[in-house]
């Protein structure tokens, strides 16, 4: 059984910050990528951002680029997603996903992400 867990949504003004966190957790889980979704009311699950632990490389969406970061420890299957300059539009439940290693790769879909944590809320006021 893994779990995921995120943790640090809130309510912040436009312009502000927030860093969200998620680790998971498994008796033998080694996770080849983590990612970021985002789900704002009414909208479909979208592609934030993902870490893939070789390398490290990350990759984000055009949204995001230049605003959030992700990092992360690895022997801690935990990931960080450090969001700076928020706009309203960013307004949304953010999921953490963790994926096996599968071929071929597919970051940006969620289909490719095995487990998925709760959802934190993260809410930017104008």
């Known amino acids: 059984q893994v779990h995921v867990v995120e943790s640090g949504g809130g309510l912040v003004q436009a312009g502000g910050s927030l860093r969200l966190s998620c680790a998971a957790s498994g008796r033998t889980f080694s996770s080849y990528a983590m990612g970021w979704f985002r789900q704002a009311p009414g909208k479909a699950r979208e592609f934030v951002g993902t870490l893939r632990w070789s390398g490290p490389t990350t990759y984000y969406a055009d949204s995001v680029k230049g605003r959030f970061t992700i990092s992360g420890d690895n022997a801690k299957n935990t990931v960080y997603l450090q969001m700076d300059s928020l706009k309203p539009e960013d307004t949304a439940v953010y999921y953490c996903?963790?994926?096996?290693?599968?071929?071929?790769?597919?970051?940006?879909?969620?289909?490719?992400?095995?487990?998925w944590g709760q959802g934190t809320q993260v809410t930017v006021s104008s």
């Open positions: 996903a963790a994926a096996l290693f599968k071929f071929p790769t597919s970051y940006t879909e969620k289909e490719w992400y095995d487990y």
